[in-house]
Structures are given as structure tokens and as C-alpha cells.
T-cell receptor, first 118, second 110 residues
Framework: AQTVTQSQPEMSVQEAETVTLSCTYD???????LFWYKQPPSRQMILVIR??????QNATENRFSVNFQKAAKSFSLKISDSQLGDTAMYFCAFMKPLSSGNTGKLIFGQGTTLQVKP | DSGVTQTPKHLITATGQRVTLRCSPRSGDLSVYWYQQSLDQGLQFLIQ???????AKGNILERFSAQQFPDLHSELNLSSLELGDSALYFC?????????FGPGTRLTVL
């Protein structure tokens, strides 16, 4: 069974600085997707970024980028130029693609609470 | 706005009662997933429906059930409620490569 681990329960960063959130996962699959979701105080789950395991290039979305190390089963999120609105809980998630044999369900890590300080 | 809607936003009820949570997926999405977020268990997958049929079950209690209707909206039924069922319940619908979450229903069991 797949597992996802986020070893940093809480982190803080000064506004405008860079922070990296860690995530490791365990799977025997070769084809899968990894995600970072953001959950602000409103509790809405917002997709931040997606990485396909078959792609070697790290995904980037504006100030958010990932460092995907497939062999090490590591998937960290880097937030550049942190803003107060980035304050949230961040969840790393694993998914096997939806197909006849796979459900496409998300398996989440425990989450990291990020506080951006002014 | 993810395009996934959930009602109600908040629900307060007593132990032993039964409630129904409703979800409408994004237009065109056939898959609906239900997740439970509680303080002690984190985010857990409960059940999945695909085009009206149950596809997979996760850590869903026997007191809980769900269905997906021909118009693709889904309902999660929780019965014989216990204090420990208090949680945030999310519905998500699936595109090809990712899931989009509704705003959630916060259930409080008193």
C-alpha cells in the first residue's frame, strides 16, 4: 500500500523569503501522480501543483515549484517570495491514475502548517 | 471556485441521528470521491463512485453509505451518529489527472 509522509508538522517563514516543505512517499508503482494541496483557514482544499511521475522535469506554477526525486521517493514544495496569503496547511498527496484497475483516490500526508510572518 | 458544490456548509446534530450530505461534481466529471478530515485521522478516503456505480471503498464505517444519481450528484448518508463522527467531509470530482474539491460540509455531533 502507498503511504505519504510529511515530517514537518509546522513551519514558519518571513514574508518575501523562500521556504521548502518536505514530503516522502512509498510505492512500488511506476506510473503515478503527486500533488500539493493548500488548505487555508477557510478550509477549502486548493490544488497548488501536480507532478507526473513519468516526467523528469520538475513542475512549476508561478512562485511554487517542486523538487521531484523519483528514486528517492521525495517530493518537496518550494515557495518563493512568500506572501501572507500563503499561510495555510499544505498537504502532499499521491494518486495512481484513474483506470480500470485503479480508483484514482488520493492518499494524503499528515500536512504541514505554514505560517508566513510579516 | 472549483466547480464542485456541497450542501449544507454546516450541520449540527445530536448523537444517534442521521444526516445526508450532498455533492454536485464539476460539469462533465463522472467520478465523485468522498473524504473525511478529522483532527485525529487526518484526511481519509471514504468511498468513490463512477458514473453511478460504487468503484472503491476506503475507511468507511458500516453506518455510512453513499450513492450517485443519474444526474451524477452524490449523497453521503451518515447514520447512528457518534461524537467521533464530527469532522469536515469533502467531496471531490475527478478530471483526467487531478481532483477538485468542494468547500466541504462541517458536521458537528453533540
Amino acid at each position: 500500500a502507498q503511504t505519504v509522509t510529511q515530517s514537518q508538522p509546522e513551519m514558519s517563514v518571513q514574508e518575501a523569503e523562500t521556504v521548502t516543505l518536505s514530503c516522502t512517499y512509498d510505492t512500488s508503482e511506476n506510473n503515478y501522480y503527486l500533488f500539493w494541496y493548500k488548505q487555508p483557514p477557510s478550509r477549502q482544499m486548493i490544488l497548488v501543483i501536480r507532478q507526473e511521475a513519468y516526467k523528469q522535469q520538475n513542475a512549476t506554477e508561478n512562485r511554487f515549484s517542486v523538487n521531484f526525486q523519483k528514486a528517492a521517493k521525495s517530493f518537496s514544495l518550494k515557495i518563493s517570495d512568500s506572501q501572507l496569503g500563503d499561510t495555510a496547511m499544505y498537504f502532499c498527496a499521491f494518486m495512481k491514475p484513474l483506470s480500470s484497475g485503479n480508483t484514482g483516490k488520493l492518499i494524503f500526508g499528515q500536512g504541514t502548517t505554514l505560517q508566513v510572518k510579516p | 471556485d472549483s466547480g464542485v458544490t456541497q450542501t449544507p456548509k454546516h450541520l449540527i446534530t445530536a448523537t444517534g441521528q442521521r444526516v445526508t450530505l450532498r455533492c454536485s461534481p464539476r460539469s462533465g466529471d463522472l467520478s465523485v470521491y468522498w473524504y473525511q478530515q478529522s483532527l485525529d485521522q487526518g484526511l481519509q478516503f471514504l468511498i468513490q463512485y463512477y458514473n453511478g456505480e460504487e468503484r472503491a471503498k476506503g475507511n468507511i464505517l458500516e453506518r455510512f453509505s453513499a450513492q450517485q444519481f443519474p444526474d451524477l450528484h452524490s449523497e453521503l448518508n451518515l447514520s447512528s451518529l457518534e461524537l467521533g463522527d464530527s469532522a469536515l467531509y469533502f467531496c471531490a470530482s475527478s478530471g483526467k489527472y487531478e481532483q477538485f474539491f468542494g468547500p466541504g460540509t462541517r458536521l458537528t455531533v453533540l
